[in-house]
């Protein structure tokens, strides 16, 4: 089965350094996601992208956070300015659409703020 | 606004058990529901969803969950469980205004399967 692949699985930074998390959707996929999990709490929606934009954002998805598609194949979430509070896994995730559709997860990157 | 609780952060069965998973929702709208699991060091991966229609779904590996509107639940079952099932499993609704967009998945804390020989 096709799969969504992250890099780098464990991420070190510290605090107030920029973190760029990589992510290679499903190639037929249009609809890109990226979610995140604090250690010992519910899995989080971040953003929706399509089409080259943000689709929906959450309140946690402030001005410290961006997405980018820079070329046919990654996509990437920028943290520009990391808090200790950041540290989480992320997950990146894509589907062929937005509807009705089966969300395909990456392994997830593992961001550690020191 | 939508939510998900689940009820037990742990559980844990012998193999062969009935395995059963709560799962109970909040939602202002008409819920499209969803059961991810999580094995260790792997993404979420789908084990079945409810949108409309039939209110029992079965999904991958044996598992089934049944919608409940009047008890706003939907709880995960498969009746006898197997070693290879110990995993986190984490119940979601869609969260989106859109109705039914199922990007903005709204996650439960999850449940910690233990399976016992």
């Known amino acids: 089965e096709p799969e969504v692949t992250q890099t780098p699985s464990h991420q070190v930074t510290q605090m107030g350094q920029e973190v760029i998390l990589r992510c290679v959707p499903i190639s037929n996929h249009l609809y890109f996601y990226w979610y995140r999990q604090i250690l010992g709490q519910k899995v989080e929606f971040l953003v929706s992208f399509y089409n080259n934009e943000i689709s929906e954002k959450s309140e946690i998805f402030d001005d410290q956070f961006s997405v980018e598609r820079p070329d046919g194949s990654n996509f990437t979430l920028k943290i520009r300015s990391t808090k200790l509070e950041d540290s989480a896994m992320y997950f990146c995730a894509s589907s062929v659409q937005a509807t009705n559709e089966k969300l395909f997860f990456g392994s997830g990157t593992q961001l550690s703020v020191l | 606004a939508q939510s998900v609780t689940q009820l037990g952060s742990h559980v844990s069965v012998s193999e062969g058990a009935l395995v059963l998973l709560r799962c109970n929702y909040s939602s202002s709208v008409p819920p499209y529901l969803f059961w991810y699991v999580q094995y260790p060091n792997q993404g979420l991966q789908l084990l079945l969803k409810?949108?409309?229609?039939?209110?029992l779904v079965k999904g991958i590996n044996g598992f089934e969950a049944e919608f409940k509107k009047s008890e706003t639940s939907f709880h995960l079952t498969k009746p006898s469980a197997h070693m290879s099932d110990a995993a986190e499993y984490f119940c979601a609704v869609s969260g989106s205004n859109y109705g039914g967009s199922q990007g903005n998945l709204i996650f439960g804390k999850g449940t910690k399967l233990s399976v016992k020989p």
């Open positions: 409810y949108t409309t229609g039939a209110t």
